[in-house]
């Protein structure tokens, strides 16, 4: 695989499980060896120096039991020579009622937001993010998403693996879809839809569709919903007036990343 | 280059870590103290084993004294040095000790063992044997063993205490997120050494004078020397630790590991029993434990009042597998 990121964007990489997503954003961090090939990091390649301009949350993190936050942000600061304003940091994570509390103690979305401050204690110019919401409520992950776009005004760097592709579609300026250790898709998320689709998507109950042979849609069912691809949806709403079905449970969607995850992957996220 | 602030930030930590664990704290500090205690009222006495006899062989013993060398319930002990052998009889170590060839024997005149050993010597033989009668305290068996404890309890928290944590924190990812960060392999590992080793320290010598203070043993050496003792045999235990740990990533396998290094040492090392008049192969064995050397050289220390100069072999074996232990450890570590 070959890509660019510029300085201050975000890109996301999403792929099936066992695509190679951590594995890829490990070998960019550093913390394992690439078999062949070259990173660079500001035209050099990566080094010493890219350790210290870097910040890194993984997958899975333990922490040192028996030690408070904040005792754990202080001893992640003194490890670097340069170091963010940790109060600032505190306040921005939202760490300021916990920091008493044992590391062993910690929620879900306290525990991430302490991984991220350790991940900017060294004020880093880029930062990893290996799915970084996986395992939190929708507002423990609502709350990730406003720190992450802090993190973006403040013109940071910033490449995540996320499974949840309404995370991508929100955070990421750029998205690159993996299968099988290989890039199969970059671009922006709106380019890539245009690209790949011209069509949307009409959902109605299966109990308003007739049973009848010479129906003139192909039917993709849905739980209990069926689906309609159209690219001219006037065309098919007069359709389905003419044949006296009720359109008062009718949805219409466009295409999302879901469904271009589907289209290039060929399968469910496996999560 | 290792970062000094980055030495003592992990070692300040780890530390804090383990004092703030309460169960492992007070394991740590009790266990051996009842360890102690418990051997000194069991055999507060003298040694285990009664009626030993330490032989002089040279060439072929006479037949003269075939009749008490077959005597039943009492060990024939071979040995090579006479000046050793003559200071265990000063102590009560050996009963008696008899040259065989030049037809002589040395006696305690204070041990009661010595007394009925005389007795059989004399009534089992015609010939006319030289008296060298010695004197001297009696070493209990407590003042013996008592080195060997304290180092026994230095080799069981050297090796879990380091070779299980960086399991563990390998498993659980601690050691991965340490790898993103400026922190070298030889920080770590550093730090590591230096947190345990005062732990260690702290903790020994607290059980050292605790349990001193109320049992009272022998103490004829240097205090200093003493601990220099403990903290090299510390090291070097430490260190061993750490090559267990180097490349494990499931602590059921290190816990197998650990068990199958300390039982051998904690048995064949000479902690319990003396290894004179043993197989020579476990003899041999004994050798390449660290364990055997920390506590041959506390007892010297400590029963003989042995000088850091009298103990120089083992303090070089020590320093010798320490930095085996700890230069092929880091060599092998691995982050995750």
Not at chain 1, 24 to 49: F, N
Not at chain 1, 202 to 220: E, G, M, R
Not at chain 2, 134 to 139: A, F, H, L, M, W
Not at chain 2, 245 to 264: D, K, Q, V, Y
Request: proline letters at 3%; one cysteine or more.
């Amino acid at each position: 695989m070959s890509f660019n990121l510029e300085a201050g964007r975000c890109l996301g990489l999403l792929g099936p499980n066992g695509a190679g997503k951590t594995t890829t954003i490990e070998i960019l961090e550093g913390i394992k060896d690439a078999d062949s090939g070259t990173i660079l990091y500001k035209g050099h390649p990566v080094g010493k120096r890219f350790q210290t301009e870097a910040g890194i949350m993984f997958q899975s993190t333990a922490l040192q039991d028996f030690i408070s936050v904040h005792e754990t942000l202080i001893m992640f600061s003194k490890l670097y020579t340069k170091n963010a304003d940790l109060d600032e940091l505190i306040r921005q994570c939202n760490l300021q009622d916990y920091l008493d509390q044992d590391n062993r103690k910690l929620s879900g979305g306290q525990r991430q937001r302490l991984l991220l401050a350790i991940a900017l204690v060294n004020d880093p110019e880029i930062i990893f993010l290996d799915e970084p919401t996986t395992g939190l409520d929708p507002q423990a992950r609502r709350n990730f998403w406003d720190l992450i776009e802090t993190i973006k005004t403040a013109g940071k760097t910033v490449i995540l693996t996320t499974h949840y592709m309404d995370e991508a579609y929100t955070l990421c300026d750029e998205i690159a879809i993996m299968d099988h250790g290989k890039i199969i898709a970059h671009d922006s998320p709106e380019n890539l839809l245009a690209a790949h689709f011209n069509d949307v998507i009409v959902q109605l109950p299966k109990t308003d569709i007739p049973d009848t042979n010479d129906f003139p849609f192909v039917l993709t069912e849905h739980n209990d919903k069926v689906e309609i691809t159209t690219s001219d949806v006037n065309l098919t709403i007069t359709k389905l007036i003419d044949l006296n079905i009720s359109l008062a449970s009718l949805n219409i969607r466009s295409r999302n990343l879901d469904d271009l995850f589907l289209e290039l992957t060929g399968k469910e996220l496996r999560a | 280059m290792m970062s000094l602030k980055r030495l003592l930030t992990l070692i300040y930590t780890r530390n804090k870590e383990f004092v703030r664990d309460r169960s492992s704290l007070s394991w740590n500090i009790i266990m051996p103290i009842l360890i102690v205690v418990g051997f000194a009222y069991t055999f507060s006495g003298d040694f285990i084993t009664k009626y030993n006899v330490g032989i002089i062989e040279q060439d072929i013993s006479p037949s003269s004294l075939n009749s008490f060398l077959t005597t039943r319930y009492v060990d024939f002990i071979k040995v090579d040095n006479i000046d050793n052998a003559i200071t265990k009889v000063q102590r009560h170590q050996l009963g008696l000790l008899v040259d065989t060839h030049n037809l002589r024997y040395w006696i305690n005149s204070d041990s009661a063992d010595g007394y009925f050993l005389e007795k059989i010597l004399l009534s089992s033989t015609k010939v006319k044997l030289e008296k060298q009668t010695v004197s001297g305290k009696e070493i209990r068996y407590v003042d013996w063993v008592i080195p060997g404890i304290l180092s026994m309890n230095i080799m069981f928290s050297a090796l879990f205490g380091v070779g299980y944590v960086i399991v563990r924190y390998r498993k659980n990812g601690m050691l991965k997120r340490l790898k993103a960060t400026p922190v070298t392999a030889l920080e770590y590992l550093s730090a590591q050494v230096i947190s345990r080793l005062i732990l260690i320290m702290i903790i020994t010598i607290f059980i050292f004078y605790s349990t001193n203070f109320f049992i009272g043993y022998a103490m004829h050496g240097s205090h200093l020397s003493l601990f220099f003792i403990f903290a090299l045999g510390a090291i070097s235990m430490i260190s061993l630790g750490l090559l267990v740990a180097a490349r494990i990533t499931s602590e059921e396998t290190a816990g197998g590991l650990l068990n199958l290094l300390s039982w051998p040492m904690m048995f064949l090392s000479g902690v319990w029993f003396s290894l004179e008049g043993t197989n020579p192969v476990v003899q041999q064995l004994a050798e390449a434990f660290p364990l055997t050397h920390v506590t041959t050289a506390a007892r010297m220390i400590m029963i003989d009042g042995a000088q850091l100069v009298d103990v120089s072999y083992h303090i070089t074996i020590l320093v010798l597998q320490s930095i085996i232990f700890l230069f092929a450890g880091a060599f092998m570590f691995r982050w995750e």
